[in-house]
């Protein structure tokens, strides 16, 4: 019999550097098997070997290794054999990993940084080199680098740059913990001196950040702390690392940050400067920094790597000196041009996500803030570098991230050969999960262009898009379950999350975006928006929810629980001790059921819902907000309070308190699902108590809904808050409401994930298909009729004469994957048991398609399903991994159970061009 296989550490393969003191392993069943019924770990820890027998057990996922306490840098293998029902299996290929350093007290090496008698503008601020020097007497059999910084590194060892990870040490609430990369550097170390070197910038520690673009939000100096373990034959290890007798100069790099890009001088570059022997320019002693209070621990994510490169699809020259480089391709990443031209030869490169409507320029539009009139204009993401001539290096901005498919470069003599510029795709290193395809080409198109635009999303915290913020938004909430069908999503989840928790305030309330770089300073800060917003801190439940679901890690469950808590009863607080002032008018005496309404504070509500229009406030012209009126000569942060006054007047209450409830429901859920009865029950009384006070204020009494929008139809639907009589009537009036828009969707940011299999679950598969395939304005096929490559912030990011509108990646519309997984290929969560343990094959089809396939990597192995419509026949073929079982859903209504291996159904067809099969 075969053996397990695919055996993984917490969220990861086995690695270096590991922190999590009690690790789990997962692993998938061997293939032929169908149920687990009892696994043996063994293996050995250091020289230490355990075993832990036969474990009566059928779980396979986040299992407790079994071993003995680990130790700082100790090496662990260990393999797995299982008891199945068709006997026992071989044992595994062992997993090994390294744990990494344990304790405060394993570090030796200093915080170090450059000194600066005064800190640069930020934008202006340079990535600086730093260096040490250190001798090993004796052969090496093991050496590794443990290594972190407040800001971005680049690590070097003897003249070579050190691992692939980028951007490292990552985005994280620095104020509470900082990950820990390990390197391996046994082939790097030599026998007599040697070189430790990096390249240390500003990246998100010090660096401008989000909407606001404020600088130093962690901290105003930058620091490095590296240290390296040399183990020899005899037992013992040289240890050397970063100390006060370190230096540090300015090298090429002379300014570096995500919104100003990077600025290089490649003559300034010392030769040599990262290996052995003299080293030119002028060095000064580093400056010892005091040790940060964050814990330093391992990330459970995948590091952001280099993950494609991209050549040019078309390079124009508009008028000499300027080059207008088509990558054909929206991405996140960098640009590596080889072609600098002469020695001094000055260029200037411009990203952007379109084109001007006249195609001569890039328009970078979408790179402003959201607040774009304060932002100053040093051209946001636009790298500057000067050329060390043809013998000299390439210009790679590696301390930086842009969101680009076109490139202008300014100054080159000229021409650029398509073979000298290249773009780099760098994001997080998620395993790709999904696949689709069917027999309508653009429904496939639609599918690649969901997988990059959430590709691009991911760059170490789910970023709502890539070139204006360069945040962690909350609105991960909405788009997690579309992201979870294309990749691989579980560590970034639980790496994203302690962000979260950790920036979340005493209170409860969750910040609109985490990690959160301003802190306490988030309420005082100029145009700050107010935090604890309806639909974004229900991220805190929603997130950690779907990624059990979608991978069984109840211990994320376990470690969220007070973050979920927080924010529900902060919320519960809300509603219960304020009133909205109009229904205070209203009912001077409040009626029994508001006390769980969530009707006051700030919300972007269905934000750029399309329909009905609404003007953006703009301070380029008048505008009334509350009662005021401001112009362009107004002050900024007045402008900015009146905005805010503006929107806390609204009542919101319809919007809000949906999302109250679907927190208190699933949080009642997840309680039980961690066996804390007492809670289950409080929170779904709650919840209970929550829905009825929607009912009898959002329900009139001829059972209409008091807001007529498709948003509040969607979330009454998906969220359970129509009594079952009336989800018919609502799921008609939506389809109403859509007919009545122009067969058009008019949702906004956080229900457009809905749209789609809301209709499909509610009797209306036809029009469903019909948004799905529709083209024109406000339609998902759009974007491949106006050229877009990711998906829009708004339905129209560009217009059919080439006008752009806000974000050009965005994963919001993106979510259409849902859809085209779950509906049109039939593959679904099964609603009580995670990671794909049950699951329902149920294809819906219409639209006229005659075939559809989808193939999904769950945690217990691949999951395929394949339908055809033809000659009156339809057949599906399903693949259903071992461990697991599948609902088999005919669309004629029969049904059947699959267990694990191939099988085969079949049934009437009904019209390929019908609604349903």
Same mark, same amino acid.
């Given at each position: 019999?075969?053996?397990?296989?695919?055996? #993984?550490?917490?969220?990861?393969?086995?690695?270096?550097?590991?922190?999590?003191?009690?690790?789990?392993?997962? &692993?998938?069943?061997?293939?032929?098997?169908?149920?687990? #019924?009892?696994y043996r770990i063994r293996g050995r820890a250091g020289d230490r070997p355990w075993d832990t027998g036969w474990v009566a057990s059928d779980r396979s996922l986040f299992v407790p290794y079994g071993g003995p306490p680990l130790a700082s840098r100790e090496a662990v293998r260990c393999a797995v054999r299982v008891r199945t029902d068709a006997g026992a299996s071989a044992w595994s290929e062992p997993a090994a990993w390294e744990m990494g350093l344990l304790d405060p007290d394993d570090w030796a090496a200093a915080w170090v940084g450059p000194v600066e008698d005064e800190v640069p503008p930020a934008g202006f601020r340079p990535g600086y080199l730093l260096r040490g020097e250190f001798t090993v007497d004796r052969p090496v059999v093991r050496a590794r680098v443990y290594a972190t910084a407040c800001g971005l590194y680049e690590l070097f060892l003897n003249g070579e740059r050190v691992g692939d990870a980028e951007l490292a040490p990552g985005f994280t609430a620095y104020r509470d913990h900082l990950h820990v990369q390990a390197y391996d550097v046994t082939a790097a170390v030599?026998?007599? @001196?040697?070189?430790?070197?990096?390249?240390?910038?500003?990246?998100?520690? #010090?660096?401008?950040?989000?909407?606001?673009?404020?600088p130093d939000g962690f901290g105003d100096r930058t620091a490095l702390l590296l240290q390296l373990h040399a183990d020899h034959e005899d037992g013992t290890s040289t240890v050397a690392g970063t100390g006060p007798r370190w230096r540090s100069a300015v090298g090429a790099v002379k300014a570096a940050d995500f919104f100003d890009g990077v600025a290089a001088d490649l003559r300034d570059e010392p030769a040599g400067w990262s290996a052995p022997g003299p080293v030119a320019g002028r060095w000064a002693p580093v400056a010892v920094r005091e040790r940060p209070a964050a814990r330093l621990v391992s990330s459970p994510a995948p590091p952001v790597r280099r993950l494609q490169e991209l050549r040019p699809v078309a390079i124009t020259r508009?008028?000499?000196?300027?080059?207008? =480089?088509?990558?054909?391709?929206?991405?996140?990443? &960098?640009?590596?041009?080889?072609?600098?031209?002469?020695?001094?030869?000055?260029?200037?490169?411009?990203?952007?996500?379109?084109?001007?409507?006249?195609?001569?320029?890039?328009?970078?539009?979408?790179?402003?803030?959201?607040?774009?009139?304060?932002?100053?204009?040093?051209?946001?993401?636009?790298?500057?570098?000067v050329s060390a001539g043809p013998d000299g290096p390439?210009?790679?901005?590696?301390?930086?991230?842009?969101?680009?498919?076109?490139?202008?470069?300014?100054?080159?003599?000229?021409?650029?050969?398509?073979?000298?510029?290249?773009?780099?795709?760098?994001?997080?290193?998620?395993? #790709?999960?999904?696949?689709?395809?069917?027999?309508?080409?653009?429904?496939?198109?639609?599918?690649?262009?969901?997988? &990059?635009?959430?590709?691009?999303? @991911?760059?170490? =915290?789910?970023?709502?898009?890539?070139?204006?913020e360069l945040a962690g938004w909350t609105d991960f909430g909405w788009n997690i379950r579309g992201a979870r069908l294309l990749n691989d999503v579980s560590g970034l989840s639980a790496k994203w999350l302690a962000d979260l928790a950790a920036d979340q305030w005493p209170d409860g309330t969750v910040r609109n975006y985490a990690p959160d770089p301003l802190?306490?300073?988030?309420?005082?800060?100029?145009?700050?928006?107010?935090?604890?917003?309806?639909?974004?801190?229900?991220?805190?439940? =929603?997130?950690? &929810?779907?990624t059990w679901r979608a991978y069984g890690d109840d211990g994320l469950l376990e470690r969220q629980y007070p973050s979920m808590t927080a924010w529900v009863d902060r919320v519960a607080r809300i509603a219960r001790e304020h009133r909205h002032p109009g229904r205070r008018a209203a009912r001077p005496v409040p009626a029994p059921h508001e006390e769980f309404l969530w009707d006051t504070g700030y919300h972007f509500g269905e934000h750029l819902e399309p329909a009905p229009p609404q003007r953006p406030v703009s301070p380029r012209r008048p505008a009334s907000l509350g009662g005021r009126r401001t112009t362009w000569a107004t002050d900024l942060d007045s402008f900015t309070a009146a905005v805010v006054e503006e929107m806390e007047a609204r009542d919101h209450a319809a919007f809000a308190t949906a999302y109250f409830h679907r927190s208190a429901r699933l949080l009642s859920r997840i309680a039980g699902v961690l066996g804390r009865t007492g809670d289950a029950e409080r929170y779904g009384r709650l919840a209970d108590d929550v829905r009825a006070a929607w009912q009898a204020e959002f329900i009139t009494a001829d059972g209409r809904l008091a807001c007529d929008t498709q948003a509040t139809h969607l979330r009454a639907l998906a969220y359970g808050l129509v009594p079952e009589a009336l989800r018919a009537r609502t799921a008609d009036r939506l389809?109403?409401?859509?007919?009545?828009?122009?067969?058009?969707?008019?949702?906004?940011?956080?229900?457009?994930?809905?749209?789609?299999?809301?209709?499909?679950?509610?009797?209306?598969?036809?029009?469903?298909?019909?948004?799905?395939?529709?083209?024109?304005?406000?339609?998902?096929?759009?974007v491949i009729d106006n050229g877009g490559t990711t998906f829009w912030e708004t339905w129209d990011g560009i217009a059919p004469n080439g006008a752009t509108m806000l974000a050009l990646n965005m994963p919001t519309r993106a979510s259409v994957v849902e859809f085209l997984h779950g509906h049109v290929a039939g593959v679904r969560l099964d609603p009580e048991l995670p990671a794909y343990r049950r699951f329902r094959v149920e294809p819906r089809p219409g639209g006229g398609l005659t075939w559809a396939e989808v193939a999904y990597d769950c945690p217990y192995g691949r999951i395929e399903a394949g339908w055809r419509a033809e000659r009156g026949r339809f057949s599906l073929e399903v693949t259903v991994p071992p461990g697991t079982t599948a609902e088999v859903v005919l669309p004629d209504g029969s049904r059947a159970e699959a267990g694990p291996g191939a099988h085969a159904f079949a049934a009437r067809a009904a019209p390929a061009d019908s609604g349903v099969a």
């Amino acid at each position: 019999m075969s053996a397990p296989t695919d055996l #993984r550490l917490e969220h990861r393969p086995a690695a270096l550097g590991l922190t999590e003191r009690l690790p789990r392993l997962s &692993w998938r069943l061997p293939s032929g098997t169908r149920t687990q #019924r009892a696994y043996r770990i063994r293996g050995r820890a250091g020289d230490r070997p355990w075993d832990t027998g036969w474990v009566a057990s059928d779980r396979s996922l986040f299992v407790p290794y079994g071993g003995p306490p680990l130790a700082s840098r100790e090496a662990v293998r260990c393999a797995v054999r299982v008891r199945t029902d068709a006997g026992a299996s071989a044992w595994s290929e062992p997993a090994a990993w390294e744990m990494g350093l344990l304790d405060p007290d394993d570090w030796a090496a200093a915080w170090v940084g450059p000194v600066e008698d005064e800190v640069p503008p930020a934008g202006f601020r340079p990535g600086y080199l730093l260096r040490g020097e250190f001798t090993v007497d004796r052969p090496v059999v093991r050496a590794r680098v443990y290594a972190t910084a407040c800001g971005l590194y680049e690590l070097f060892l003897n003249g070579e740059r050190v691992g692939d990870a980028e951007l490292a040490p990552g985005f994280t609430a620095y104020r509470d913990h900082l990950h820990v990369q390990a390197y391996d550097v046994t082939a790097a170390v030599r026998v007599g @001196a040697n070189v430790l070197g990096a390249v240390l910038s500003d990246g998100w520690f #010090r660096g401008r950040t989000s909407y606001h673009r404020l600088p130093d939000g962690f901290g105003d100096r930058t620091a490095l702390l590296l240290q390296l373990h040399a183990d020899h034959e005899d037992g013992t290890s040289t240890v050397a690392g970063t100390g006060p007798r370190w230096r540090s100069a300015v090298g090429a790099v002379k300014a570096a940050d995500f919104f100003d890009g990077v600025a290089a001088d490649l003559r300034d570059e010392p030769a040599g400067w990262s290996a052995p022997g003299p080293v030119a320019g002028r060095w000064a002693p580093v400056a010892v920094r005091e040790r940060p209070a964050a814990r330093l621990v391992s990330s459970p994510a995948p590091p952001v790597r280099r993950l494609q490169e991209l050549r040019p699809v078309a390079i124009t020259r508009p008028e000499p000196g300027r080059h207008i =480089v088509d990558f054909g391709q929206n991405l996140g990443g &960098w640009v590596r041009l080889t072609d600098l031209g002469p020695r001094g030869t000055v260029l200037s490169l411009t990203h952007a996500e379109a084109l001007t409507p006249d195609g001569t320029d890039v328009n970078t539009a979408s790179g402003q803030a959201t607040l774009h009139w304060y932002t100053p204009a040093r051209g946001i993401q636009t790298d500057r570098v000067v050329s060390a001539g043809p013998d000299g290096p390439a210009f790679e901005p590696r301390h930086t991230r842009h969101g680009f498919r076109y490139l202008r470069v300014d100054g080159h003599p000229g021409p650029i050969a398509a073979g000298a510029v290249t773009a780099v795709a760098v994001s997080s290193d998620l395993p #790709r999960t999904g696949w689709f395809r069917c027999s309508d080409a653009r429904l496939d198109r639609l599918h690649e262009i969901a997988y &990059w635009t959430y590709r691009n999303q @991911a760059c170490d =915290v789910p970023t709502a898009e890539i070139t204006r913020e360069l945040a962690g938004w909350t609105d991960f909430g909405w788009n997690i379950r579309g992201a979870r069908l294309l990749n691989d999503v579980s560590g970034l989840s639980a790496k994203w999350l302690a962000d979260l928790a950790a920036d979340q305030w005493p209170d409860g309330t969750v910040r609109n975006y985490a990690p959160d770089p301003l802190g306490p300073r988030s309420l005082t800060a100029r145009f700050a928006i107010p935090h604890g917003q309806a639909g974004f801190g229900d991220a805190a439940v =929603v997130v950690p &929810w779907e990624t059990w679901r979608a991978y069984g890690d109840d211990g994320l469950l376990e470690r969220q629980y007070p973050s979920m808590t927080a924010w529900v009863d902060r919320v519960a607080r809300i509603a219960r001790e304020h009133r909205h002032p109009g229904r205070r008018a209203a009912r001077p005496v409040p009626a029994p059921h508001e006390e769980f309404l969530w009707d006051t504070g700030y919300h972007f509500g269905e934000h750029l819902e399309p329909a009905p229009p609404q003007r953006p406030v703009s301070p380029r012209r008048p505008a009334s907000l509350g009662g005021r009126r401001t112009t362009w000569a107004t002050d900024l942060d007045s402008f900015t309070a009146a905005v805010v006054e503006e929107m806390e007047a609204r009542d919101h209450a319809a919007f809000a308190t949906a999302y109250f409830h679907r927190s208190a429901r699933l949080l009642s859920r997840i309680a039980g699902v961690l066996g804390r009865t007492g809670d289950a029950e409080r929170y779904g009384r709650l919840a209970d108590d929550v829905r009825a006070a929607w009912q009898a204020e959002f329900i009139t009494a001829d059972g209409r809904l008091a807001c007529d929008t498709q948003a509040t139809h969607l979330r009454a639907l998906a969220y359970g808050l129509v009594p079952e009589a009336l989800r018919a009537r609502t799921a008609d009036r939506l389809a109403e409401l859509i007919r009545a828009a122009g067969t058009r969707p008019g949702t906004g940011l956080p229900t457009t994930h809905l749209l789609l299999p809301v209709l499909a679950d509610n009797g209306h598969l036809d029009l469903a298909y019909e948004l799905l395939l529709r083209s024109g304005p406000r339609s998902w096929m759009s974007v491949i009729d106006n050229g877009g490559t990711t998906f829009w912030e708004t339905w129209d990011g560009i217009a059919p004469n080439g006008a752009t509108m806000l974000a050009l990646n965005m994963p919001t519309r993106a979510s259409v994957v849902e859809f085209l997984h779950g509906h049109v290929a039939g593959v679904r969560l099964d609603p009580e048991l995670p990671a794909y343990r049950r699951f329902r094959v149920e294809p819906r089809p219409g639209g006229g398609l005659t075939w559809a396939e989808v193939a999904y990597d769950c945690p217990y192995g691949r999951i395929e399903a394949g339908w055809r419509a033809e000659r009156g026949r339809f057949s599906l073929e399903v693949t259903v991994p071992p461990g697991t079982t599948a609902e088999v859903v005919l669309p004629d209504g029969s049904r059947a159970e699959a267990g694990p291996g191939a099988h085969a159904f079949a049934a009437r067809a009904a019209p390929a061009d019908s609604g349903v099969a």
